[in-house]
Structures are given as C-alpha cells and as structure tokens.
C-alpha cells in the first residue's frame, strides 16, 4: 500500500506540475495590454522613419531638378555650337573682304538661323506696338503726348523687345506710352 501512496504522490505531483505549465503556457499566450510608453516609442520610431524617408526624397528630387535643368541648358548650348561656328568663319572671311552685301547677307543668314534656333526652343518675341498698355508685360520707361488721339493709353514704340518662353514672360518689354 505504502507503493500505491507513493505512485498516487507522484501522480498528484507530476499532475500539479503539468497544471503549472498549462498555466503558465496561457499565461505567456496572452497578450500583454501595450502600455502607453510602448505606444509612444513605437509611434516615434515610425515618425523618425517616416520623417527620414521625405528627407531623403526632398535631396532626391532636388539633385533631379539640378540634373534636368543642367542637361537643359546643354541641350540648348548644343544647337547654338553652329550658329558661333558661324560667327568665327564669318569673323575670319571679313577680315580681308571688300564686298560690304556679302557681308550683310552673311550677317543676315547667320541672324535668321540662330532667331530660328532661339525660336524652336520656345522662344516669341512680343508684339507691342500699338496695343493697349499692360503692366503684366509691358515695362513703361517714358510717357509721351500721344501722337494720334488712337493712341492715348497705348504703347506708341518699343524700345527693347519683351519676350515669352513657352507661353511665359520672360523679359518685359520695355515701351514709350501714350498719354
């Protein structure tokens, strides 16, 4: 009998040890409630990650804008090498010339294809003479009685030619205004 006792001891025991486990191995199963300091550092952590991450694209983007605008600028230069070739041979055959027409066709044809260069990249002159005045393009550096009574309020003559790049005012014109 006293075997029987010890085999149901050890049976109790080994059956208290097993509810132990049991419990302890639910108990590591639920989860813990995150407390507020564990909500704050996981929220920190993701703003700090967040907050590098448009960092590092803001100095991306703008290292792209520099490039793109930087090849523009080449694409640009690139079509205008023919028309300063131009220029140096034009310079080099007028040196020992006598034909002042040759020269100014030369000088004319060298005019139309760089205005023809500037033109194909976007650039338009402004038409102003005889419109009416307008501060958004117009820049007045004189007023002038107004030769025809027409012309009151109007640009009377350009005196440096405005330009648009693609639709855009890149230089005012600078006009003389009818009063």
């Known amino acids: 009998m006293s075997e029987d006792k010890e085999l149901k001891n050890e049976q109790d025991q080994m059956d208290q040890v097993n509810e132990n486990q049991e419990q302890e191995a639910v108990e590591t199963e639920t989860p813990k409630e995150p407390t507020f300091e564990d909500k704050y550092n996981e929220l920190n952590d993701k ?3 967040i907050h590098a991450e448009f960092d590092n694209y803001r100095k991306r983007t703008n290292k792209e804008k520099i ?28 040196e020992n010339i006598d034909d002042v027409q040759g ?35 117009h820049e007045a550096i004189a007023n002038i009685p107004a ?18 790049l693609n639709e855009k005012v890149i230089r005012y014109a600078k006009v003389v205004v009818g009063q």
């Open 103 to 137: 020269m100014k066709e030369g000088i004319s044809l060298i005019f139309n294809k760089f205005k023809m260069t500037l033109e194909n990249k976007g650039l338009k002159p402004m038409v102003v003479d005889g419109e009416v005045f307008d501060a958004e393009i």
């Open 147 to 164: 030769p025809k009574k027409k012309l009151k309020g109007k640009v009377v003559e350009a005196v440096e030619k405005g330009y648009y």
């Open 47 to 49: 703003y700090l990650r």
């Open 67 to 94: 490039d793109i605008i930087g090849s523009a600028n080449a694409a640009l230069l690139k079509d205008l090498l023919p028309v300063m070739d131009d220029f140096e041979r034009a310079m080099a055959n007028n």
